[in-house]
């Protein structure tokens, strides 16, 4: 005698299974297109924080509700200046300078050169070993609703300080709109050696606002 109470169930898992997977497509299709997507790494700009071919999970959602802030780690649509490319690509560097922050190098008292933001001077333990702040002097103001982006290899970086110097210190080209931004990296998921979450450093603290 057959079981019905059982084949139904086999007979029905068979019959949903199309749907199940297509939800799952879906649903994957939506978390990368609004919410999280993975890139990688193609150049040392970002050393040592970031190295060639590490992966990199972002957070596509966060700037809905806020703005960046200093210190995070972001994925932007450089603009065709940056890039050469008209079809847009995406570069990814630490926010220094939020809308309205005066951004000036550099402070050297005590013999060690810094960033000063706001009047300010800040420590970058995360920048590239031997490398300066910046390969030149600059006192900027960063515009309303744009931000002023470095690298932590500042010298292999093609980031706001390059553009700045490129442009004739157009702050404009400088700078990139916070409509740009694609999202904040936030952890390192591979190699799984490397794995660590990409936090604000410590310094970027009490930054006093402009």
Not at 25 to 34: E, K, S
Not at 53 to 70: A, T
Not at 189 to 195: D, E, K, S, T
Request: proline residues 8%.
């Amino acid at each position: 005698m057959i079981d019905e109470q059982t084949e139904k169930p086999r007979s029905s898992f068979w019959k949903e299974l199309p749907i199940l997977l297509g939800v799952a497509i879906l649903v994957a299709v939506l978390v990368r297109a609004f919410v999280l997507q993975t890139f990688f790494i193609p150049s040392p700009s970002m050393e040592n924080t970031l190295k060639i071919d590490d992966r990199v999970l972002v957070n596509k959602l966060v700037y809905d509700f806020r703005s960046p802030h200093r210190g995070e780690v972001i994925v932007f649509k450089a603009p065709t200046e940056w890039s050469g490319n008209p079809e847009g690509e995406d570069f990814i560097k630490r926010v220094i300078g939020v809308g309205g922050d005066h951004v000036v190098c550099c402070d050297r008292t005590g013999g060690q050169e810094r960033l000063i933001i706001n009047g300010r001077a800040i420590d970058e333990p995360f920048i590239f070993p031997g490398n300066k702040p910046a390969d030149q002097d600059f006192d900027i103001t960063v515009p309303k609703g744009r931000l002023w982006v470095m690298g932590d290899h500042r010298e292999a970086s093609g980031d706001s300080l390059e553009h700045w110097q490129q442009s004739g210190e157009d702050i404009t080209e400088a700078t990139i709109p916070e409509d740009q931004v694609v999202g904040r990296a936030f952890t390192i998921f591979w190699p799984v050696g490397r794995a660590s979450w990409l936090s604000v450093p410590e310094q970027f603290d009490g930054i006093p606002n402009p």
